[in-house]
């Protein structure tokens, strides 16, 4: 193992590029370069700088160009060359480990584990005065060292647990703790946070009691699942059931129940901490149109000047990273980097039409494509959700006029070919200005014939091309924490209890209410979380603990085809628009895999250390299926 600190603690490292998840309220310093250790922690403000800094290895949480999303069976990246092929198509190595963020990286993450270790242990024999001050910067450090860790164990498995601080000239070759040593670490650090941040002010973008509570939660839940109870694992797994040492994965003895209980418990700690969520309390749907706004609301947390949303929303976010004007630009440009490129953005993770054929009717039906009413209209009457997550063909968007000229007065989108007619009434078919054959760009369209909207701020007058936004970024929101509980409570039998909660956050959207029980219910809880979390890095980690990601994350890329044809005796010359009086629509979901050929294979349900970091310590075990 490697760490790159100095003796010299370097504040102006740990604080570059601005604070990174704050408002006004956030403490704003501007240190000098470099202060010597032992005078950081002398002085409050710099203690602060300090812990600080630390929440820089929070990067820019889901918001990085690539998105987690985009491993999962949610979004395909649009552009080659970037190593996300490497790990979806089951490749990726100890010697090539496809892409990495540095959200869960191992070095990225190990250094800040070390500063957290530096505060933790500074911060208790710190000379100035204000406790209040000093319980608080100690609680965040225990809620950052549990974060981080959180993060190496839900990628890969048991991993060494540092808690000193090591000096330069240390052995540092250290073996991995088991599985549930990584847990119970994990759970008293939050424990640890949740104590010294009670009662303290809550600051946007810091760690708070409720905060710690739900990461708690998180842990403990996955802690219960399937993937780490290592006899229902090796079951259904060769690679996990060959591996010599599965106490690195999980729970190779215990009581099962037990575990389920202590994730219910524990949910069900901050539910009752948290402030209720944001319209949990509906006994009935709201309108489509109420349910749409509401999840639009929920997504953008109070911060777009779109006038049409609920600012209240931003109740739903536990613990999130919120943007200022000192922050990077890179960190804030969602809209740009996932937009569609008639608009002159990037179109990076773009939806697939395995995500968009699992948003319901508003019935509650499954959609199918094999329903000729269905099939003709696919993106009428779907789960209010749906509209608030995904661009397709035909959906309105923002006025494109601002940035390429009047060539779409109805401001749509355009991801088909359609009939028009030139100037001399002769036939042509054009592809639309958000394909990868547009007229405004002929690169950086979808190939999914799909946009994210979901995290793009709806204001019409911010340009995503040239605009940042400050939508922040939910690492723990309170529906999560709602979710944990059901499907807790699912596990325990109790199903009566998870049905009512689950019902609540299907009533918000806009849907019905589900009746069922038992394997059905699980079916259900499962469907309703993907929709639920889409893009917010919980697919991810939900197909791999439940490991069904066999029959998910590993399916072939779906595509969509559109094609607009005239009616008889219709007729339409430039500009464009959807009109369903003058065109026949034809919608045919189309396979893919040539630009991805996914696949999935059992040693994905762990990453793998690097070859250079196996090198470096010889005590650190591989993962499974990694060793050849």
Request: charged share 25%; with cysteine.
């Amino acid at each position: 193992m490697k760490f790159r600190y100095k003796s010299i603690i370097a504040i102006a490292l740990l604080t570059a590029g601005g604070l990174w998840s704050c408002n006004s309220d956030f403490l704003d310093v501007t240190p000098p370069s470099e202060i010597a250790g032992d005078q950081v922690w002398t002085d409050g403000a710099l203690s602060e700088a300090f812990v600080t800094g630390i929440y820089q290895g929070l990067q820019q949480g889901g918001f990085s160009e690539q998105m987690l999303a985009s491993l999962t069976d949610e979004a395909v990246f649009t552009h080659t060359g970037r190593n996300i092929n490497t790990v979806n198509e089951g490749s990726l190595s100890p010697s090539n480990l496809g892409w990495v963020d540095d959200t869960y990286g191992w070095s990225p993450m190990y250094i800040r584990i070390r500063a957290t270790n530096i505060a933790i242990t500074n911060l208790a024999k710190a000379t100035f005065t204000n406790t209040t001050l000093k319980d608080r910067l100690m609680g965040e450090a225990y809620f950052l060292r549990a974060y981080y860790y959180q993060q190496l164990v839900r990628y890969y498995g048991s991993v060494p647990l540092i808690k000193k601080v090591y000096d330069l000239n240390e052995d540092y070759a250290v073996p991995r703790n088991t599985f549930d040593e990584c847990v119970k670490s994990i759970v008293s650090d939050a424990d640890s946070a949740a104590l010294l941040l009670d009662g303290k002010a809550a600051v946007k973008g810091r760690a708070t009691k409720v905060a710690a509570l739900a990461l708690k939660s998180r842990v403990l839940l996955y802690a219960a699942s399937d993937l780490h109870d290592i006899p229902t694992a090796k079951a259904k797994s060769t690679v996990i059931s060959g591996f010599s040492n599965p106490e690195f994965l999980g729970y190779v003895s215990g009581d099962r129940k037990a575990r389920w209980t202590a994730a219910q418990a524990a949910a069900k700690a901050t539910i009752d901490a948290g402030n209720g969520g944001y319209k949990l309390n509906l006994t009935a749907p709201a309108s489509a149109a109420d349910g749409k706004i509401n999840y639009m609301s929920i997504a953008m947390a109070g911060a777009s000047g779109d006038k049409s949303l609920d600012p209240s929303a931003s109740s739903e976010i536990i613990f999130g990273r919120y943007f200022t004007s000192s922050l990077s630009e890179g960190a804030r440009q969602t809209g740009l980097n996932n937009g569609p490129n008639g608009y002159h953005n990037w179109a990076g993770n773009t939806p697939i039409g395995l995500l968009v054929d699992d948003y319901e009717m508003m019935d509650g039906t499954p959609f199918s494509w094999t329903n000729p009413t269905e099939k003709a209209n696919p993106y009428v009457n779907r789960d209010p959700r749906f509209y608030a997550t995904v661009m397709y063909d035909g959906a309105n968007w923002k006025p494109r006029n601002k940035i390429s000229g009047n060539v779409d007065p109805a401001n749509q989108i355009q991801t088909g070919a359609y009939d028009l007619l030139d100037d001399k009434g002769a036939l042509f078919n054009r592809k639309g200005l958000d394909t990868r054959s547009s007229t405004i760009e002929d690169w950086n369209g979808s190939r999914t014939g799909y946009y994210m909207r979901k995290f793009i701020d709806p204001n019409p007058d911010l340009v995503d091309n040239t605009d940042r936004q400050n939508i922040p970024w939910p690492f723990f929101r309170f529906t999560e924490a709602v979710f944990n509980y059901i499907e807790a409570s699912i596990e325990l039998g109790q199903d009566a209890e998870a049905l009512s909660w689950l019902n609540k956050i299907r009533f918000r959207a806009g849907m019905p209410a589900i009746k069922a029980t038992g394997t059905a219910l699980r079916d259900a809880y499962r469907h309703e979380r993907r929709i639920e979390m889409a893009y917010e890095e919980q697919r991810y980690h939900d197909a791999r603990r439940w490991m069904i990601a066999p029959t998910t994350l590993g399916r072939p890329l779906q595509y969509i085809s559109v094609i607009g044809k005239f009616k008889a005796g219709k007729s339409m010359k430039e500009p464009y628009h959807y009109d369903t009086t003058v065109y026949d629509y034809t919608y045919t979901p189309v396979e893919e895999k040539s630009h991805e050929n996914r696949t999935w294979v059992d040693k994905m349900y762990f990453r793998p250390f690097s070859r250079d970091e196996i090198n470096r310590n010889a005590k650190l075990m591989q993962n499974p299926g990694y060793d050849k």
